[in-house]
T-cell receptor, first 107, second 117 residues
Framework: KNEVEQSPQNLTAQEGEFITINCSYS?????LHWLQQHPGGGIVSLFM???GKKKHGRLIATINIQEKHSSLHITASHPRDSAVYICAENTGNQFYFGTGTSLTVIP | GAGVSQSPRYKVAKRGQDVALRCDPISGHVSLFWYQQALGQGPEFLTYFQNEAQLDKSGLPSDRFFAERPEGSVSTLKIQRTQQEDSAVYLC???????????????FGPGTRLTVT
C-alpha cells in the first residue's frame, strides 16, 4: 500500500521564520508533488519534482530519491503563507496524498 | 485562461437521493482525476480518465459511485442512494497527460462540498 507521511501535522511560526515541512513516501514514484490548499478548498500545485531541487520565489522543494524523502522550505514566511501544504506521490496514473501540514504564520 | 471548474460548489442531499457532480477540465487536457477529501484529510483517489476511457476506477468506494467522461472533456461523478459517509469535498483535477508513468502537473478545480443529511 502506498503511504505518504508528512510532518509536522500542524505548525505555527512567527512571520519571517524559515519553515520546513517533510514528506516521506513508500514506493518508487514518477514524481512528487507539493500542493497548497487554502481554506475553502482550492488546491494549487506548487512543485512537481522527480530529482534534485526546485525554487520558486520564497519556496524551495527538494527530493532525495534514495531515501524516499522530500522537503518543502519557505523562507521569510509571511501570514499569507498560512495554508495546508500537501505532498502527493505520483506513481503511474495514481496519486497518493499525505494528510497535509497545516501552517499558520503569525504576524 | 479558464481553469478547472466544478458545479455545483455546494450540494445538500437527503440520505437516499442520487447526486451528480460536474467537472469541466482545462481545454485540451487529456487526463482527468476525481478525488474525495474528507474533513481534515488529504484527498483520496477515486478514478482516472484518459480522454473518454476510464483507465482506473479502483478508488471508487462502492458500486453506488459511477463516473463518466463520454466525449473526453466534461466529466460527471454520480453517487446513487447517498449515505452520510459520502459527505466530503469532491475534487476534480486535469492534466495534459499522465500515461505510462510520465508525470504532469495537475490543475485542481474548487471542489464540490457534498453534505448528506
Amino acid at each position: 500500500k502506498n503511504e505518504v507521511e508528512q510532518s509536522p501535522q500542524n505548525l505555527t511560526a512567527q512571520e519571517g521564520e524559515f519553515i520546513t515541512i517533510n514528506c516521506s513516501y513508500s514506493v518508487g514514484i514518477s514524481a512528487l508533488h507539493w500542493l497548497q490548499q487554502h481554506p475553502g478548498g482550492g488546491i494549487v500545485s506548487l512543485f512537481m519534482l522527480s530529482s534534485g531541487k526546485k525554487k520558486h520565489g520564497r519556496l524551495i522543494a527538494t527530493i532525495n530519491i534514495q531515501e524516499k524523502h522530500s522537503s518543502l522550505h519557505i523562507t521569510a514566511s509571511h501570514p499569507r503563507d498560512s495554508a495546508v501544504y500537501i505532498c502527493a506521490e505520483n506513481t503511474g496514473n495514481q496519486f497518493y496524498f499525505g494528510t497535509g501540514t497545516s501552517l499558520t504564520v503569525i504576524p | 485562461g479558464a481553469g478547472v471548474s466544478q458545479s455545483p460548489r455546494y450540494k445538500v442531499a437527503k440520505r437516499g437521493q442520487d447526486v451528480a457532480l460536474r467537472c469541466d477540465p482545462i481545454s485540451g487536457h487529456v487526463s482527468l482525476f476525481w478525488y474525495q477529501q474528507a474533513l481534515g484529510q488529504g484527498p483520496e483517489f477515486l478514478t482516472y480518465f484518459q480522454n473518454e476511457a476510464q483507465l482506473d476506477k479502483s478508488g471508487l468506494p462502492s458500486d453506488r459511485f459511477f463516473a463518466e467522461r463520454p466525449e473526453g472533456s466534461v466529466s460527471t461523478l454520480k453517487i446513487q442512494r447517498t449515505q452520510q459517509e459520502d459527505s466530503a469535498v469532491y475534487l476534480c483535477a486535469s492534466s495534459l497527460g499522465g500515461a505510462g508513468g510520465i508525470a504532469y502537473e495537475q490543475y485542481f478545480g474548487p471542489g464540490t462540498r457534498l453534505t448528506v443529511t
